[in-house]
């Protein structure tokens, strides 16, 4: 390179990738980044306890079990959000049952995104029959009700054997929520990559000869992952609402707190008055929605500004 | 219209040989065997082969012309879906349920729309003012309370503490009576998401030029409201609110669970805790057709509302 060359390059305006400037117009946006802060909370907390459980820390919210009061002490300043029929802290246990939520919500994600993606891929660029194949699985699929579909597949895999290793609690949800939820990804993948296909850049890398599984995964979805963000950022949520459903109707995990749980149990203790464990099992699942609600909707309004509602 | 009717209803086939290929993979294949489970702990040879006789788990799964895949595609093409534990044919159950379902349903469906709608054109009328900020605010908060503490909430403030309603199903109660306070709970749970659904289609169309026409020609708000903006929104409106009436028949599960009422989402979680496959085949099965037959409605619907489709 030769000096003028550098003194030009310098003298340039460095250049922003889309990505640069879609986080930038997310991180002027006071709110999402607040809500950001809370949904890091919730994560933290769930490899914190994850940590904890590894290396044996004595700290609460993995000592739920201990009996740390009387039955149904009332919120005070020795145990914030109560305790339960029995003594156990509320409060370690909302805390644990953020583990549970995430690892679920989170492996859920991962499934359907592993599922659904590269099928929308390969349905939007191959078409023909290929596309008619996979059309036709999903359809069938999102005909089903969609929490009558996640309700069947927890209960036929509850307890069973897969490569030797028995479904229990929350594996059987989240399998039962990821290999149901795939649809709505796969059909926004494959009518994005359609629209993709006959672009220039894919031109381009058709005509010097890059294989197709090349283009479909190092050319197309780089341009569309996006997409899969926004969605689950928004998804997310669901997800979180399910695995509370299915915990209440005795689906999920059984041995220990997560907030489906705790719900089903205040069932009976509202009826005392005892409200404590309801309000705190409702806090922790309304704080983190709200949070992944408004951060998704400025996710989506920074990063792809043309799907942007007024 | 009658070829688009046609070959529309023929669309259908592939998607209901699915739902079936789904139901037979995940009840018989994955779910295996259920005749011990039936028969209880201590039943003798004798009885498990019965119940294996009468369930069809004798014969062999593929490539027969007696095979369970063939038996299972006859049993649902003809409804016949067996016994359930208590030796009640599966369909009775259905019907049976169907009814305080609907009476559950209906009225909260028709509610939800009406309201969700009209509150979405009173939200575009004031847009962009503090009470459009404030509603979608209260909107996106509302998502995000989970549906069971509404329920609880709703069920232990309104009904056990204040006794405004009652709070179990009984069936010396009328239907207005045991219904109105899941009705009310089921619609407010569902408002923060609908209303943000129909204002996000009402300011869409609020946009289009015709909107500024009306307006320019003088006509009052009210006029462009609703004969204008309601009119040209409803092909989004049909899609939202026909596609949800199969899920009417489902019930709701958790509303009749926590109200006592014997409709199909009781049903629904009777069998899920009882693992009865065959209840929850039945279901899965009946609503899946109920889906695709409303999704053709739909389609010739949007024919009706918009003359351009038909022409596809």
């Known amino acids: 390179?030769?000096?003028?060359?550098?003194?030009?390059?310098?003298?340039?305006?460095?250049?922003?990738?889309?990505?640069?400037?879609?986080?930038?117009?997310?991180?002027?946006?006071?709110?999402?980044?607040?809500?950001?802060?809370?949904?890091?909370?919730?994560?933290?907390?769930?490899?914190?306890?994850?940590?904890?459980?590894?290396?044996?820390?004595?700290?609460?919210?993995?000592?739920?079990?201990?009996?740390?009061?009387?039955?149904?002490?009332?919120?005070?300043?020795?145990?914030?959000?109560?305790?339960?029929?029995?003594?156990?802290?509320v409060l370690r246990k909302m805390l644990y049952g953020a583990k549970i939520s995430i690892t679920v919500a989170?492996?859920?994600?991962?499934?359907?995104?592993?599922?659904?993606?590269?099928?929308?891929?390969?349905?939007?660029?191959?078409?023909?029959?290929?596309?008619?194949?996979?059309?036709?699985?999903?359809?069938?699929?999102?005909?089903?009700?969609?929490?009558?579909?996640?309700?069947?597949?927890?209960?036929?895999?509850?307890?069973?054997?897969?490569?030797?290793?028995?479904?229990?609690?929350?594996?059987?949800?989240?399998?039962?929520?990821?290999?149901?939820?795939?649809?709505?990804?796969?059909?926004?993948?494959?009518?994005?990559?359609?629209?993709?296909k006959n672009r220039e850049y894919v031109m381009a890398a058709q005509s010097y000869g890059c294989?197709?599984?090349?283009?479909?995964?190092?050319?197309?979805?780089?341009?569309?992952?996006?997409?899969?963000?926004?969605?689950?950022?928004?998804?997310?949520?669901?997800?979180?609402?399910?695995?509370?459903?299915?915990?209440?109707?005795?689906?999920?995990?059984?041995?220990?707190?997560?907030?489906?749980?705790?719900?089903?149990?205040?069932?009976?203790?509202?009826?005392?008055?005892?409200?404590?464990?309801?309000?705190?099992a409702t806090a922790a699942i309304f704080f983190i929605s709200l949070a992944l609600n408004i951060f998704g909707d400025a996710l989506r309004d920074s990063l792809d500004p043309k799907l942007r509602i007024q | 219209m009658i070829t688009y009717i046609i070959r529309r209803l023929l669309y259908t086939i592939p998607i209901v040989l699915g739902v079936l290929l789904l139901t037979f993979t995940l009840f018989t294949l994955v779910g295996g065997d259920i005749s011990l489970e039936i028969a209880g702990k201590n039943a003798s040879k004798e009885t498990i082969n019965e119940i294996r006789q009468e369930y069809g788990l004798n014969k062999p799964l593929f490539l027969a012309w007696d095979s369970q895949l063939v038996?299972?595609?006859?049993?649902?093409?003809?409804?016949n879906f067996g016994r359930a534990r208590d030796r009640e044919p599966v369909i009775d159950k259905i019907k049976r349920g169907a009814g305080p379902s609907l009476a559950l349903m209906v009225p909260m469906f028709i509610g939800e729309v009406v309201i969700s709608i009209s509150l979405a054109l009173v939200i575009a009328f004031v847009r962009g003012s503090k009470w459009d900020v404030m509603a979608v605010v209260l909107c996106v908060a509302g998502m995000s309370i989970p549906y069971l503490s509404f329920i609880l909430f709703g069920q232990y403030f309104l009904a056990y503490k204040w006794g405004f309603f009652p709070v179990f199903f009984s069936p010396d109660l009328a239907p207005p009576q045991y219904v109105a306070l899941p009705v009310l709970i089921g619609?407010?749970?569902?408002?923060?998401?609908?209303?943000?659904?129909?204002?996000?289609?009402?300011?869409?169309?609020?946009?289009?030029?015709?909107?500024?026409?009306?307006?320019?020609?003088?006509?009052?708000?009210?006029?462009?409201?609703?004969?204008?903006?309601?009119?040209?929104?409803?092909?989004?409106?049909?899609?939202?609110?026909?596609?949800?009436?199969?899920?009417?028949?489902?019930?709701?599960l958790l509303l009749e669970r926590f109200f006592g009422i014997p409709g199909l989402g009781y049903l629904m979680i009777e069998a899920i805790g009882s693992r009865d496959y065959l209840i929850i085949n039945a279901m899965t099965y009946i609503s899946a057709i109920l889906f695709v037959l409303f999704n053709v409605i739909t389609d010739i619907c949007y024919a009706f509302v918009d003359p351009r489709i038909s022409l596809e």
Not at chain 1, 10 to 34: E, F, N, T, V, Y
Request: aromatic residues 12%.
């Open chain 1, 1 to 89: 390179m030769s000096d003028i060359d550098k003194i030009i390059s310098s003298k340039l305006p460095k250049g922003r990738s889309l990505w640069q400037d879609g986080l930038r117009r997310l991180w002027k946006r006071k709110l999402a980044m607040i809500c950001f802060a809370v949904i890091l909370i919730y994560f933290l907390l769930a490899g914190f306890i994850y940590a904890a459980e590894l290396f044996h820390w004595h700290v609460g919210p993995i000592q739920w079990q201990e009996e740390v009061g009387r039955q149904y002490e009332s919120p005070g300043w020795k145990h914030v959000f109560g305790t339960d029929i029995f003594g156990q802290s």
């Open chain 1, 106 to 196: 989170l492996c859920a994600s991962i499934i359907s995104i592993v599922i659904g993606v590269p099928l929308g891929a390969i349905a939007g660029y191959f078409r023909g029959v290929t596309d008619e194949i996979i059309v036709w699985v999903y359809s069938t699929l999102s005909s089903i009700p969609y929490i009558l579909l996640i309700l069947a597949f927890a209960v036929v895999l509850r307890d069973k054997a897969l490569f030797g290793y028995k479904l229990t609690g929350i594996t059987t949800v989240y399998l039962a929520i990821g290999l149901t939820s795939w649809v709505g990804i796969c059909r926004l993948i494959r009518g994005e990559v359609i629209k993709h």
């Open chain 1, 211 to 280: 294989s197709n599984s090349r283009i479909i995964f190092r050319h197309l979805l780089p341009n569309v992952f996006h997409l899969v963000i926004i969605d689950f950022s928004l998804r997310f949520v669901s997800f979180i609402h399910a695995e509370v459903i299915l915990s209440f109707l005795g689906l999920g995990e059984a041995t220990r707190p997560s907030w489906g749980a705790m719900i089903n149990d205040a069932r009976i203790e509202l009826s005392r008055g005892v409200w404590w464990q309801m309000a705190a």
């Open chain 2, 71 to 79: 038996n299972h595609f006859k049993n649902a093409l003809t409804f």
């Open chain 2, 187 to 252: 619609i407010v749970t569902g408002l923060g998401g609908n209303l943000r659904f129909y204002r996000t289609v009402m300011l869409d169309e609020m946009r289009n030029d015709y909107v500024r026409t009306a307006f320019a020609k003088g006509l009052g708000t009210g006029t462009v409201l609703f004969k204008h903006v309601l009119k040209n929104a409803m092909i989004p409106i049909i899609t939202q609110v026909v596609l949800a009436i199969p899920f009417l028949f489902l019930g709701s």
